[in-house]
Structure formats: C-alpha cells, structure tokens
C-alpha cells in the first residue's frame, strides 16, 4: 500500500492522522527493541491510556510535557499520548535539566492503573498550535514547531522517501536530537516498524551498515560525515556495502552533499540517496514550502555574556591557540565567512554562535580541507570552535579521525592568500 500524495486540501491534526494510519494497519509491529515490540493496535491502545492520565492530572490544552523516556515502544507511546491530550512535547537528553510543565519518564508509563474511559475528543484543528519544542544548543527548546508546518513537511518527506507499510526505519538518530523525533513520526505516519537497535553504532559506516542488515532496514538515516567515510573504505568492505545497498529502499541525509560527492557515495555503495528538503526536488503540493532541515535547524544564538563584559569585549584567547599560523587563522575565517554567509569574523568567534551546526561542519571542513590540500575530520570543529583554536589544531597531530587517517600538520603548507589579505 503505498500513501497517498499530499495536495493542497486541509490537513488533518498531526494526531489525527497518526492514528488513522494505526487503525489501517492494526496487526502490524509498529515498532521494536530487543525483545519488546508493539503492533498499532497495542501502541494505540497505550497512547490512549496516557492521555487520560495527562488529563486526569489536568494537563491544560497547549502545555509542553517533557519526555524523558528510552527510545523504542516508551519513547512511541510517549509521543502520541501527547499529542492525543492536545499538548505539544519536547524530548529530553539524559542529562538535560527538567524542562516544560510536566516531565514523563518510564515510570509514568505504568498504565495498567488507568481506566479505560470512552475516546476523548479529538483536537481542534489549528495550525499555528505548537505540537512541538526541538532542542538547541545546551538542549534548551530554541526552536517550537507549530501543527501546520510540521504535518506538512512530514507529510512531504513521507512521500518523498516512499515510505508505506511494510516498510523498516532504523532508528539510529538519538531521540534527544532533532532528526530522532523525526524518524519515529515519519515511521509512524507511514504505518511502518520503527527498529531501534540496542547499541548504537557511533558514527561508523561499517558498525551502522551491520545494523541495517540485522534489522532488515528499508530506511536508514544517515548523517553525511558518515556517507563521506564510505569513499575511504577498503575495495573489500566498499564491495560488502554494494551487496547490501541492493536490500535497502533508501537512506536518507540531511541536505549536505553536493551532487558530485553524492553521485559517488550512490555508485560505491548503491545506497539510493535521497536528501531530506532537497530545494531542487520536485514540489509535491503545499507541502513543499516546509523543508524538514530548515524546520529543524535551530537559529543562531549569542553566547551569554559575563555580567561587567560589553558585547564588544571577549574572554581572553586561551594559551593553546597561541601558537597558530596566522596565515592559517585567515584561511578558515575565510572558508567560515563563505559557509556561513557572516562577514567580520574574528579569530576568537565560536562557530556555533556564529549560526553554525552540524550540517555546516561538513561544509566548512569540506572548504578548510581543500584550501589546505589534506584531509580534516569534521568533529575537529565540535572540538576546537574559533578561527585560533581550529587553526592551531591544524599546526599540531591529532586524533585519527574515523576514516583512519591522520591530516598532516598545516606547518610548511603554503596557504593561497585570500581576497583583501596583505600580500
């Protein structure tokens, strides 16, 4: 069964049509972990419990519940008890402070006490309801996502990855991050299994490509620091890739890659790529003026200044970026300009208050990489966040990164001056 197109006609509730698809497809395992699963039916039935109790605890119509539940059957049933009691949910990290007007963990999901009462009513349709708080840097909520965008980029994105019953989305993205929110709606609104593995794969091609084989994934996932180390892999493992790129529909990124670099990971591993709000993908409807990447990403935020500090001073730079090449400094400000689209970089300014996040990481690493002629990491920029910083990361030998293979020193590489730099 495949789903329908969406047209330009109103769109239900986002729970409205979560639950329309359960009821479709009652029988089905909606999803999976270890040896827990939950078909539709009983995964209804759950969400159905808890939102009585949000009720009965007098949860007003609105509120924003946290939900600090494991992913798998708990984190599904959490999120549709939710939105079944009209409330908008945030997802918390494992170590994230208490956040929103009521906080749900797998204690709270005890229900056999609740009784079962007749449906509560469904709720009104209002698009600019906020269903959802997507965390942002330090897992505060930054950016609320409100009914009507939401259900139509998921609605987008559902028909773009052709995703429909039968279907396997391993769930590999921490729940916690905005993307793992994502792969348990579009499952779910897809009436597909949600697999969630036991132990998380961190990162590694090899590790995330054994995973989607174990779980029969159709639909996976895959960050694009990750896509790129498939090019670095032995002929030996590059051919393993290829025999199991024939099992899977598809996997999924987030708009990064650019269509050269995409062609050859597609070639190499006959994994079929498709980008999460690709803006050169056909428009399917309204729906295509909502892209999930553009949703989710959360805006630019300005570090908190220290009582006494005017916005013009900063902390001191630190003994470690003492050393850097200020040729090299000006190089990476350059490629950080040019990504990030932000003039008047310093050498001390963080790259994540700067608009940065972990789509522009591959990017800026990408640029650094081919101004200076070697390979780069990319968490190398997670790990050291201003022009100095990064620039004397360069200038020293550090960690191999995941391709397992360690970037020269930038010392004795000849930088090309840039544009306005003083010959």
Request: with cysteine.
């Amino acid at each position: 069964m495949t789903s329908a197109p969406v047209t330009s006609a109103v769109i239900p509730p986002l729970y409205v049509l979560l639950r329309r698809r359960a009821r479709l497809v009652p029988d089905a395992v909606a999803v999976t972990r270890a040896d827990t699963s939950l078909t539709y039916r009983e995964l209804l039935y759950r969400a159905r419990r808890l939102s009585w109790l949000l009720r009965a605890r007098d949860l007003s119509s609105g509120a924003l519940v946290g939900l600090r539940l494991p992913p798998g059957p708990d984190a599904a049933t959490g999120v549709l008890g939710v939105l079944g009691a009209g409330a908008a949910f945030t997802v918390l990290g494992p170590d994230d402070p208490p956040y929103g007007d009521m906080v749900l963990d797998s204690a709270d999901l005890a229900l056999d006490h609740v009784p079962i009462q007749v449906p509560l009513p469904v709720p009104p349709a209002d698009p600019e309801r906020q269903v959802c708080a997507v965390a942002g840097p330090g897992g505060r909520p930054s950016v609320r996502l409100v009914e009507g965008d939401l259900t139509r980029a998921l609605l987008a994105e559902r028909d773009a990855l052709d995703l429909a019953p039968g279907d396997t989305v391993l769930h590999r993205t921490p729940l916690h991050e905005t993307f793992g929110v994502v792969e348990v709606l579009l499952s779910l609104l897809s009436g597909s299994r949600l697999a969630v593995p036991d132990l998380p794969d961190h990162d590694d091609i090899a590790a995330a490509l054994d995973t989607m084989t174990q779980q029969h994934a159709t639909h996976t996932r895959l960050p694009a620091a990750m896509l790129l180390d498939s090019l670095a892999l032995s002929s030996i493992a590059a051919f393993h890739l290829l025999r199991a790129g024939f099992s899977h529909k598809v996997v999924w990124t987030t708009p990064d890659l650019d269509p050269v670099t995409r062609a050859r990971i597609e070639a190499r591993t006959r994994f079929p790529l498709r980008p999460i709000a690709d803006d050169t993908a056909e428009p399917s409807g309204t729906a295509a003026a909502t892209g999930l990447a553009r949703l989710l990403t959360p805006p630019p935020f300005a570090p908190p200044v220290a009582e006494g500090q005017g916005p013009a001073e900063s902390a001191a730079p630190s003994r470690a970026c003492a050393g850097a090449d200020p040729t090299v400094v000006r190089a990476v400000i350059h490629c950080w300009e040019e990504v990030l689209e932000h003039t008047g970089v310093t050498a001390h300014d963080d790259f994540f208050a700067l608009g940065g996040n972990s789509l522009t990481a591959v990017l800026v690493t990408d640029a650094v990489a081919r101004r200076l002629g070697h390979d780069i990491p990319v968490d190398l920029v997670f790990r050291h966040r201003t022009p100095a910083a990064y620039a004397a990361a360069l200038a020293t030998p550090h960690r191999t990164d995941r391709t397992g293979t360690t970037p020269a020193p930038t010392q004795g590489i000849t930088v090309p001056p840039t544009e306005g730099d003083a010959s």
